[in-house]
């Protein structure tokens, strides 16, 4: 029996996604756990598993195809022993039946022409009145007994009113099927004035202006345009409500690191020997967990009529994927020993740059951490990723003059913004989590205990 493929619903929020790239191909043996595509959802391009066996027959949605609803049919699978061609034959067969049913039905609501005719029994030969007084195009001829044509449902609508003969086209769709496409060039063929011998002439011969991009036009600069992935539409729809509709303020405080730096040190000796070297972000990581416990009226997210207080912090931590930005989650950051977030940090920040990151692995998260200290970055100010009420925001550390025991010294400081959400965090609980935090940097004897 045919199985169709349908698009699969890769998170709880997800209703429609891009189908990025196909990696089989029609004819091929597909097993269980095979990778069958690359599908571009909200956040992630991730990969979509095969749960049955047999045989491609067919694909009905190509790949770069965007907004590809959720349990649309996108390819057909043969079981074994059954007919390849047959299958993908009832697959088109099928798609057109659930086309062209709305159509059927829309065409019978009442009118004005169905009420003077109501009580009359129907003509199924009856054609309809055309809306013009213009002679109506001819329909096409039929093509010969036992040679169907496969086309979609609206590329046969077009075909008829246009009057276009679909024996005459070639089809550009799954297994040579006309599309609507197709119909709409061979239109646009006919509709163009033929030109005389002359005309063709002439215009070879008068000299042509090389043509230019609208932005060469107006400003001299040319550019090259790049579609918006779906991760990057998100993005830029998140981060805009989040600007507009969260009112943000800023707290910073400058971090003495050079005791987290030493313990750093401590124990990567101690680790190195199980392969693990800690990151100063993996201590920030931790900082932030314990800061959250200690001060947990941040460690909350506004809810509209409700604000939710959590019992754990998991921290969500900025990463930089070719895609766009994303935060897997470090869950229970709290508790974990540095160790485990390391390991834990390395993985999620891999299948991130990857495409690789399952929706639990970035959905949720109670905070979140963005440091930018690597690329030089001396302070910035985040935007929070709604509906969590805080991001800390983190510089590099760098040497600077700094009072010690009431002398000028100088000493590795690094500046850490965190941006509130005031609808749920008032100023002087933020306040509390910048002291708790600098405290536990400055102090790192409180992460490891």
Same mark, same amino acid.
């Given at each position: ?17 891009? *189908? ?250 101690? *680790? ?10 993996? *201590? ?166």
């Amino acid at each position: 029996m045919p199985i169709a493929i349908k698009m699969p619903a890769l998170s709880p929020t997800m209703e429609e996604g891009t *189908l990025a790239k196909w990696l089989v191909k029609p004819g091929d043996t597909i097993s269980s756990g095979d990778i069958m595509a690359e599908i571009e959802t909200d956040k992630a391009t991730m990969e979509f598993e095969a749960v049955d066996e047999g045989t491609l027959a067919s694909i009905a949605v190509e790949e770069g195809t965007e907004g590809v609803k959720v349990g649309t049919v996108i390819a057909m699978l043969g079981e074994e022993g059954e007919d390849v061609d047959a299958v993908a034959k009832a697959g088109a067969d099928s798609s057109d039946e659930s086309d062209e049913a709305a159509p059927a039905a829309t065409s019978s609501a009442g009118t004005d022409d169905g009420a003077k005719d109501a009580g009359k029994e129907p003509d199924a030969k009856q054609e309809p009145k055309p809306a013009s007084q213009s002679a109506p195009k001819p329909a096409p001829a039929p093509a010969p007994e036992g040679d169907r044509i496969i086309a979609s449902p609206l590329a046969k609508r077009i075909a008829e009113q246009q009057g276009i003969d679909l024996a005459s086209l070639t089809g550009s769709g799954p297994n040579g099927r006309i599309v609507k496409a197709d119909v709409e060039a061979a239109e646009a063929g006919s509709a163009a004035p033929a030109k005389s011998r002359n005309d063709s002439t002439a215009e070879m011969a008068a000299p042509r202006k090389p043509s230019k991009t609208p932005a060469e036009s107006e400003y001299g600069a040319p550019y090259e345009e790049e579609k918006l992935s779906s991760v990057r539409k998100i993005i830029a729809r998140r981060l805009t409500e989040s600007k507009q509709q969260v009112p943000h303020y800023y707290l910073a405080v400058d971090v003495r690191l050079d005791a987290l730096l030493d313990l750093r040190k401590q124990l990567n000796a101690t *680790l190195e020997a199980d392969g693990i070297k800690l990151s100063v972000n993996d *201590l920030l990581i931790k900082a932030l967990a314990r800061a959250l416990m200690r001060v947990p009226q941040c460690n909350v997210s506004f809810q509209g009529e409700t604000i939710h207080k959590y019992s754990r912090a998991d921290v969500s931590v900025a990463v930089a994927a070719p895609s766009g930005l994303i935060t897997p989650i470090v869950t229970e950051a709290d508790t974990r020993g540095l160790a485990s977030i390391s390991t834990t940090m390395k993985a999620l920040a891999e299948k991130a740059r990857e495409g690789k990151l399952q929706p639990h692995e970035y959905q949720g998260g109670t905070a979140s951490l963005s440091n930018l200290g690597m690329f030089g970055i001396k302070q910035f100010d985040a935007v929070i990723n709604p509906p969590q009420g805080m991001i800390m925001a983190v510089g590099a550390g760098e040497p600077r003059p700094y009072v010690i025991d009431g002398a000028l010294q100088v000493a590795t400081v690094m500046t850490a913004s965190g941006s509130f959400d005031h609808r749920a965090i008032d100023g002087a609980d933020g306040a509390q989590l910048m002291e708790a935090f600098k405290n536990l940097c400055e102090n790192p004897m409180g992460l490891v205990v």
